[in-house]
């Protein structure tokens, strides 16, 4: 199974409202990254965050991270059209050369 | 600085063909990891590799495999296709193992 899962599956929001997405993973990790995945294109990167940190911030994203709990969040404030897209976190384990994995994403869709 | 790029983007075979994939990485990145990704199985881990060197390697058949030339470039071949393999095919690129990566736009391949 994968070491991310996301949650929810899917999401519906309209344009203006935040939309709060978690993931949980199973191993310690090393670091957690968030990325975005427009319909059937390559995904980009929105946030790193290391094991060592709570929460970063860039722009309208905030991503919280809790290894206590092997969680992390990402919240997108002020929501617009052009934020639907699937959200995908991905983990790296806290080994020298471990992989990344990715959990199975989050569709978000935000109405006009 | 140029991105990922891909080629080709898009591509039809059929059962029994092989396919060779290629992928440049961002200039400077040594690590060059690739990703299976389909509508059933989310994102999945092929292979990724750093220095010419595989470092990991997901659980695939042995009908795929990969490799790295000494200027970072990459490539991966499919061979004996079956239906199953169509997918999109993500390769990314980091500065190093564990890193923030890069995605180009995919290959999406199709088997007939």
């Known amino acids: 199974s994968q070491q991310g899962e996301e949650d929810p599956q899917a999401l519906s929001i309209q344009e203006g409202e935040n939309a709060t997405m978690n993931c949980s993973y199973k191993?310690?990790?090393?670091?957690l990254q968030w990325y975005r995945q427009n319909s059937g294109r390559g995904l980009v990167h929105l946030i790193l965050i290391r094991s060592n940190e709570r929460e970063k911030h860039s722009g309208r994203l905030r991503v919280t991270l809790d290894t206590s709990k092997k969680s992390s969040s990402l919240l997108i404030t002020a929501s617009r059209a052009a934020d639907t897209a699937s959200y995908f976190c991905?983990?790296?384990?806290?080994?020298?050369?471990?992989?990344?994995?990715f959990g199975d994403g989050t569709t978000l869709t935000v109405k006009p | 600085k140029a991105g990922v790029t891909q080629t080709p983007r898009y591509l039809i075979k059929t059962r029994g063909q092989q396919v060779t994939l290629s992928c440049s990485p961002i200039s400077g990145h040594r690590s060059v990891s690739w990703y299976q990704q389909t509508p059933g199985q989310g994102l999945q881990f092929l292979f990724e590799?750093?220095?010419?060197?595989?470092?990991n390697k997901g659980n695939f058949p042995g009908r795929f495999s990969g490799r790295q030339f000494s200027n970072s470039r990459s490539e991966m071949n499919v061979s004996t296709l079956e239906l199953g393999d169509s997918a999109l095919y993500l390769c990314?690129?980091?500065?190093?193992?564990?890193?923030?990566?890069?995605f180009g736009p995919g290959t999406r391949l199709l088997v007939l």
């Open positions: 590799y750093f220095s010419e060197t595989q470092r």
């Open positions: 991905a983990t790296s384990p806290n080994t020298n050369a471990g992989k990344s994995t």
């Open positions: 191993t310690s990790i090393n670091n």
């Open positions: 990314a690129s980091s500065l190093a193992l564990q890193e923030t990566q890069y």
